[in-house]
């Protein structure tokens, strides 16, 4: 079970494609996700690899992964110690890419106008609740598919589990 | 109540009757995948299921990186032929066809009524023949290989009605920038469109494709103009299976209904570094160009290859001018038409079909400082392979045109 999750934020602006968060140019190349992780955002902040931590969480403004259908988009992001983002909106296909990779992607445009880049603040998932030095935002809760998605950590194992017990 | 486009096709899939905002899990008629397929496999390998459910419904087509342009590629177009014959994958394009939406219209895939998804968030093309398709992930595309079926949620649907006198010197390029300018690129976020109006009644089979193709940089899910005859004209001897038609009702609940009169518009040009920053030409006229860019999945077709060589017939260009033509059925026609000769005449270098230079992997890439305008539907940094460059947007003909003067010119009057 996903309950809770705890951790410095990064935030950025609205509108980050796809192509800043993963170059089409590693797109076509075969890569573990750990690799993929060391390209993550390059192209929108170089540096961001090198300072983010295990367990941070990503904040953005509107239309976060607009663009290209790249999976990689939302896995480098994912293995590079995201937990969870936070967004004013999100493009359709990223949204379902980080579902599918078991990342929460989740939609607050009051959150994000609180938030300051670099506090640390608190998501809530099972109370659905965004906890912050400016104070609490409510999102309503994913349906059931999303749910088990999200608990069997990502499409594919949520279809292998599904797979094993049937 | 009525329903819209999308909730007839999930009503009739899931064989429930259901409305925008329902999740359901469905099987796709057709999935389809690229040089992605070799990842792809890999993850369909880990579900550990053996054989593809429904092998008749995959279509790979091989174009993203064609030919392989170094060792990692090749080895990835090796491992998806490798996994073609081991799954008996009968609908498997190899690197001698052409872009991937092209070659999957063109083959007969794309068809009315029919439910397709595609690793390509350009999958949205098919809607011009009244397929309802969208672009998925990797990791969906796995797992429909794996069991026949996906979630999806049923979209609400905005019709965009464009109504208007088209001009001699505007394409559906320009109407599709025109439109994206004024919605924003994500105006259309979460949402099937309709587009519909006496514009896209009159316009050809091409050029509804060039609109549901930027479907795609509207945030849509899906771009759908009703089949008419012309659509079952350009099907006939084409289609590869049967197809019922599907149109929406009267009384259809949409979320909005935007009208656009294209009338007096100017030839359209996204600027830097996103589709929707929108300008009519006219306001950067002037801007010193390095490159120019004829073709891929969104301007790479008959239509739009004759709209670039009307202009460039007898000039000489005064950048490095690259031409793509969208497939090799295009390539070939343009040659009997002798629109290739007119393009070498000008001086233009002619690509084999593929993706090119449209997702910075090969053939074209910019340097630091350079500028390229170009008739693909993204200039996202980064884009064409260097994130110190920038590009520009625009029609076949507005390209054209600005390839003889080395300047973002107007192709109006030229
Ligand atoms: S031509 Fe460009 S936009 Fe079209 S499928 Fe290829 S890479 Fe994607």
């Known amino acids: 079970m996903i309950n809770e999750f705890k951790g410095k934020v990064w935030k950025y602006g609205d509108d980050i494609n796809t192509d800043v968060i993963f170059p089409g140019k590693y797109t076509y190349q075969k890569m573990e996700p750990e690799e993929m992780a060391k390209y993550a955002l390059e192209d929108l902040d170089p540096e961001f690899v090198n300072k983010v931590s295990d367990g941070d969480i990503l904040v953005a403004g509107k239309n976060f992964g607009m663009g290209s259908s790249r999976e990689q988009a939302a896995i480098a992001i994912k293995y590079a110690g995201i937990r969870v983002i936070i967004a004013k909106s999100f493009s359709r296909i990223y949204f379902r890419n980080a579902i599918n990779a078991g990342m929460p992607a989740i939609k607050s445009p009051e959150a994000v106008e609180a938030i300051e880049n670099g506090e640390e603040i608190v998501v809530d998932m099972k109370n659905g609740k965004i906890i912050t030095s400016k104070g609490e935002f409510v999102f309503p809760p994913y349906p059931k598919t999303v749910m088990e998605i999200l608990e069997n950590n990502g499409l594919i194992n949520f279809i292998k589990n599904k797979i094993k017990n049937s | ?414």
Request: charged share 20%.
């Open chain 2, 1 to 414: 109540m009525g329903k819209t486009f999308a909730e007839k096709l999930f009503s009739n899939k899931s064989g429930r009757d259901v409305f925008a905002g329902a999740i359901v899990s469905v099987e796709p008629d057709y999935v389809m995948s690229h040089d992605n397929a070799a990842a792809i496999s890999g993850t369909f390998k880990k579900i550990g299921v053996k054989q593809i459910k429904y092998p008749e419904r995959v279509v790979i087509i091989l174009d993203h990186e064609i030919p392989a342009p170094k060792e990692s590629s090749a080895s990835n177009h090796k491992e998806i032929r490798t996994f073609v014959n081991e799954q008996g994958i009968d609908n498997f394009y190899d690197v001698n066809n052409g872009i991937c939406h092209q070659v999957f219209t063109e083959q007969g895939f794309a068809l009315p009524g029919k439910l397709i998804v595609g690793s390509d968030s350009h999958t949205t093309t098919y809607g011009a023949m009244g397929a309802f398709s969208a672009g998925i992930g990797r990791s969906e595309v796995a797992a429909i290989w794996a069991t026949g079926e996906l979630w999806f949620s049923v979209p609400e649907t905005i019709k965009i009605i464009i109504n208007g006198q088209m001009s001699k010197f505007i394409s559906p390029k320009d109407i599709a920038l025109y439109i994206i300018g004024q919605i924003g690129a994500d105006g259309g976020d979460y949402k099937a469109i309709e587009f519909t109006g006496e514009v896209v009644d009159n316009m050809s089979v091409a050029d509804r494709m060039v609109l549901t193709n930027m479907a795609a940089e509207m945030g849509a899910k899906n771009g759908y103009v009703l089949p008419d005859q012309k659509t079952l004209d350009y099907l006939k001897g084409r289609a590869k299976v049967d197809f019922t038609p599907i149109y929406s009702d009267e009384d259809a609940n949409y979320y909005k209904t935007l009208t656009f009169d294209i009338s007096n518009i100017s030839a359209s040009v996204a600027k830097p570094h996103t589709v929707d920053n929108y300008v009519p030409i006219t306001e950067v006229e002037g801007i010193k160009l390095d490159q120019a860019l004829i073709g891929t999945c969104t301007n790479g077709r008959l239509e739009d290859l004759r709209d670039a060589a009307k202009v460039l017939d007898g000039k000489k260009v005064k950048i490095r001018t690259l031409v793509i033509p969208a497939s090799w059925n295009v390539y070939k026609d343009a040659m009997k038409e002798g629109l290739l000769e007119i393009f070498i005449d000008a001086g233009a270098i002619i690509l084999n079909p593929g993706c090119g230079p449209c997702l910075g992997a090969h053939q074209g890439v910019m340097a630091p400082g350079e500028r390229t305008f170009s008739t693909a539907n993204r200039n996202f940094k980064g884009r064409m392979g260097c994130r110190d460059a920038e590009i520009y947007l625009g029609s076949p003909a507005s390209v054209a045109a600005s390839a003889i003067t080395g300047k973002i010119t107007n192709p109006e009057g030229k």
